[in-house]
């Protein structure tokens, strides 16, 4: 299978993955925002529960990046979706993200990468940061306590850290702990009254990460 050009407008693609086709969602800011030389990455949750990449977090959190000016790119990890394979306890899908990362930089070597995730997709990509070496990283609900954190190398590209205080799923003081524990250089965001799937609490979510990288974003290009 030949890798697609990256779309001049939002798309749904089939990539070539390591364990065959990967569902892909390009979208690019709206006509009136401005783009920037950006492509952030967006990971879902677990998919043994249910997470896609058409979940609401995982699509406002896009949707809060596109309104600053990044095209955005989600994908089904494997055995997801219309993507090929079968769940491989994070192993495999730390696979498919390089897959992504490595057909977005090669399809737009002039852009800066960011990555992003949510829950079971802040542990995928945490565990890239350090070989990908994205210019910023957001991790939601990142897991800790849930899965193996501690062989994690910490980040040293700027971080944002979202967190419900309300989390049923995942333990935010586990979250607080191993931030703490590692000596992290993240910016921590503690969201009151906050559940897990941040409900009524989508639009605070926007605001944050908009808040929270927008010190980060690159020059347009003239």
């Known amino acids: 299978m030949a890798s697609p050009a990256f779309p001049t407008a939002s798309a749904t693609l089939t990539l070539p993955g390591p364990a065959g086709a990967l569902e892909v969602a390009v979208d ?4 009136d925002v401005t783009r920037l030389p950006l492509v952030a990455i967006v990971c879902h949750p ?5 997470g896609t990449m058409h979940n609401k977090v995982v699509t406002m959190v896009a949707r809060s990046l596109r309104e ?3 095209a955005t790119v989600r994908f089904n990890f494997r055995g997801t979706g219309n993507s090929e394979g079968t769940f491989d ?3 495999g899908e730390l696979d498919d993200l390089r897959a992504v990362a490595a057909w977005v930089r090669a399809q737009r070597p002039g852009d800066v990468l960011w990555l992003a995730g949510f ?3 802040a542990y995928v990509s945490l565990q890239a940061a350090e070989e990908l070496k994205p210019s910023l990283l957001v991790s939601v609900a990142p897991p800790a306590g849930r899965w193996d954190f501690d ?6 590209m700027p971080w944002l850290v979202i967190q419900g205080e309300n989390d049923e799923i995942v ?3 586990a979250v607080y702990e191993w931030l703490d524990r590692a000596n992290a250089q993240a910016e921590l965001v503690r969201m009151p009254d906050t559940s897990h799937f941040f409900h009524r609490k989508l639009i605070d979510l926007r605001g944050a990460i908009k808040h929270g990288v927008r010190q980060y974003l690159p020059a347009a290009n003239e």
Request: proline share 15%.
């Open 119 to 121: 829950s079971f997709g």
């Open 171 to 173: 333990d935010p003081q």
């Open 28 to 31: 690019l800011p709206e006509a």
């Open 151 to 156: 062989t994690i190398a910490m980040p040293t």
């Open 46 to 50: 677990l998919p043994t529960e249910g």
């Open 68 to 70: 600053l000016g990044a």
């Open 89 to 91: 306890e994070g192993r």
